[in-house]
């Protein structure tokens, strides 16, 4: 824990717009006393210093498929290098190739001070608007944006040594950037220095425009070759260079079970389980040129009309932990995501979530979570009744905590277009079998037809437990029925989801959804009118004069008038989902026995897996906050590429967690 800082906002850049010789003015940060970029030509200077300094227009031309050429930067600041990298990378680069930019920012430019920045290059302007519309929100953590089909950015807020320290991922070519050594000393020290030769490839290069003593010597330290080369302008030189051996990662020395498997082939992938985890993890290989066979047993395209709406919401934690700072993560990414993917907002809408305090235990909760995690309001404020009746545009009695960013989804129809990626193959079927062979999987449906794949991901929510590989993972099926409410004319509007026990969003479509219950161990897909009858003591109890204005506009607010969607949820003993490759839980406690007798006794065997599976499940009730990122997880582990998490929070979902727990607890095996 002690690893990671604070879940928390972060300042904000501070800046002057002097004006240059022909009154041309120019981003110059307060705090530092030093510019963005050079006032007399920034292009010319970010072409040479940093593209031309690492080579890039040779290297992008002979980068082939497979992995993406991954560039490594400290100080995004307005973003510049990074656009004139994609740009030089769409100039030069194969089509198969694919560009990750990954970049550390600890004090990130508003909105609007990006946008005038950037409004100096005007051919810049398409790729400044896509940066712009998916800027995040000022929080420490790692922000993963979508530039285009081939070009991946992931914004690490906070400072660049921290940050690179929490990086899983290995980097091509750095750009040190940052201000000058003299005007940013805290920047350039040697845990910078430590963090970039061990988040470095073989061979990666480095280029900045300082020639800096305790940068030519930080460097040296760890191991890369540096040389002063002609600089540009009033700089007569700078600094680039490579690293032959960067350090080995000694980050897992306690934890070797977490250690990742090495990379192998994914041509081909099979995923099982079409809800939103496989969904949104077929749609993220299959961006990455990945051939997907995504497999359900029902087709959702087919299924009518059903008024379903999920909600993409999140339960912190008072005081921070792993879990918490997961979803946050997940919150905040499925909404840039959400955006990205249905800008026209079909299948979801903003609405935002209020979360409301209905006895005083909660109001201090909820109280001491906004004093332990001060994040910008726009991420979660609290709401005294007044403005929660404001916010809800309904009489709320009391106070609430407010996610301004959080959404309601149709579910269902997400799923639907996300399985309609190019590049994925829907194949209806039961999958009854997996076998693992040398180089990839067979797939056995019911009825005897097979399907082979270098790799599979299973994503069947409780269902796992019906495969030999998963079925060490212990999933509890958790029932959950919606209540569905026609809506008569002149129905009151509600201009938030509103969670207290149950939630209820806006209504859609003439209906209103609200629900759902929570029946741990419970599979039974048939309605019961006892679960309406819950579901409508939640909705009275938490919206009194909702319930009200709902009666008086004529709403037949009774279980017999209620239509019901039953839907079988999947979680973990934690609570917290399970993520990235599957253990081979025999090997693991076979492996890791001694813990059992002293857990300090940690043996220095990596963690032995199923090679080439994977899984996503144990979403819970909160699918929508976690599935899209631990997509995205997957499929950078799958493609070798730089990961959207930290790696602490990418062990804390580790599916292998629980055995190692329970061998420590000396838990019997099950
Ligand atoms: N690369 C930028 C561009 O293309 O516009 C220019 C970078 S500007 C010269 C330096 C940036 O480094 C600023 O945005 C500043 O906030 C950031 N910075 C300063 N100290 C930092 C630190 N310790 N960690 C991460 N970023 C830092």
Redesign the pocket.
């Known amino acids: 824990m002690s690893t990671l800082p604070p879940l928390a906002g972060l300042e904000t850049?501070q800046l002057d717009w002097p004006t240059n010789e022909t009154g041309v003015a120019g981003p110059l940060?307060t705090r530092f006393g030093?510019v963005?970029?050079s006032r007399h030509d920034g292009r010319a200077e970010?072409e040479h210093v940093f593209l031309a300094g690492n080579d890039l227009p040779r290297r992008f031309a002979g980068w082939r498929g497979g992995r993406p050429f991954v560039i490594g930067?400290?100080?995004?600041?307005?973003?510049?290098?990074m656009l004139c990298a994609w740009a030089c990378f769409d100039a030069h680069a194969p089509p198969e190739a694919r560009l990750h930019l990954v970049s550390?920012?600890?004090?990130p430019l508003s909105r609007e001070d990006l946008a005038r920045a950037l409004a100096a290059w005007p051919d810049l302007s398409g790729r400044t608007e896509r940066l712009i519309r998916q800027w995040p929100e000022p929080v420490a953590g790692v922000h993963r944006l979508w530039l285009d089909e081939r070009v991946t950015l992931d914004l690490h807020f906070g400072?660049?040594a921290e940050r690179l320290a929490l990086l899983e991922g290995r980097v091509d070519a750095w750009f040190l950037?940052?201000?000058a050594p003299s005007k940013?000393p805290?920047?350039w020290r040697p845990e910078l220095f430590a963090a970039l030769a061990a988040r470095s490839r073989p061979g990666a290069t480095f280029a900045t425009f300082t020639c800096a003593g305790v940068v030519k010597r930080g460097l040296a330290e760890v191991g890369f070759a540096w040389r002063k080369v002609p600089g540009i302008g009033r700089k007569r030189e700078m600094l680039a260079g490579e690293i032959a051996s960067p350090t080995a990662d000694a980050r897992r020395e306690r934890t070797p079970w977490f250690r990742p498997p090495l990379p192998r082939p994914a041509r081909h992938v099979a995923v099982i389980g079409a809800g939103i985890a496989g969904a949104s993890v077929a749609a993220a290989l299959a961006r990455r040129g990945v051939a997907v066979t995504l497999v359900d047993r029902f087709d959702r395209a087919e299924l009518g009309t059903t008024h379903l709406q999920g909600v993409l919401y999140v339960k912190l934690a008072v005081e921070t932990n792993l879990q918490s700072r997961a979803y946050l993560a997940g919150l905040l990414h499925s909404r840039r995501w959400l955006a990205n993917l249905d800008p026209q907002q079909v299948l979801w809408q903003p609405s935002g979530v209020l979360q409301l305090a209905l006895s005083e235990k909660e109001q201090g909760r909820q109280a001491r979570f906004l004093d332990n995690h001060p994040l910008p309001e726009s991420v979660v404020r609290g709401l005294d009744a007044e403005a929660a009746s404001t916010a809800a545009g309904i009489r709320i009695d009391t106070p609430a905590l407010d996610y301004p960013g959080a959404a309601w989804v149709k579910p269902l129809a997400l799923c639907v277009q996300l399985a309609r990626t190019p590049g994925i193959g829907f194949r209806r079927g039961e999958v009854t079998e997996l076998v693992g062979g040398e180089t990839g999987w067979t797939l056995t449906l019911a009825g005897g037809a097979r399907i082979e794949a270098d790799q599979v991901v299973v994503a069947t929510a409780s269902e796992a437990a019906r495969f030999s590989q998963t079925s060490a993972l212990p999933l509890q099926p958790v029932r959950g029925q919606v209540s569905q409410l026609a809506l008569p004319e002149g129905a009151p509007a509600l201009g938030r989801v509103v969670c207290a026990g149950g939630y209820v969003p806006p209504p859609a479509d003439g209906v209103l959804n609200f629900g759902a219950t929570f029946g741990p161990g419970d599979t039974d897909p048939a309605e019961r009118e006892a679960d309406h009858a819950a579901n409508l003591a939640e909705l009275e109890r938490g919206l009194p004069h909702f319930v009200a204005a709902l009666r008086k506009a004529g709403a037949e607010l009774s279980p017999e008038k209620l239509a019901a969607r039953v839907g079988v949820r999947a979680a973990s003993p934690d609570k917290s989902p399970y993520c990235g490759p599957v253990p081979d839980a025999v090997a693991w406690r076979e492996d890791y026995a001694t813990l059992a007798k002293d857990a300090t006794r940690v043996p220095d065997v990596p963690g032995r897996h199923h090679q080439g599976l994977w899984i996503s499940a144990a979403h819970g009730s909160r699918g929508l906050a976690s599935a899209p990122l631990c997509a995205e997880l997957i499929a950078s582990r799958i493609c070798d590429e730089p990961l959207p998490l930290e790696w602490p929070l990418v062990d804390h979902l580790h599916p292998g967690r629980r055995i190692i727990r329970d061998l420590i607890q000396g838990k019997p095996v099950p």
């Open positions: 850049a940060s030093d963005y970029f970010t930067e400290t100080g995004f600041g307005t973003g510049l290098n550390t920012e600890r004090y400072d660049a950037d940052g201000f940013n805290g920047m």
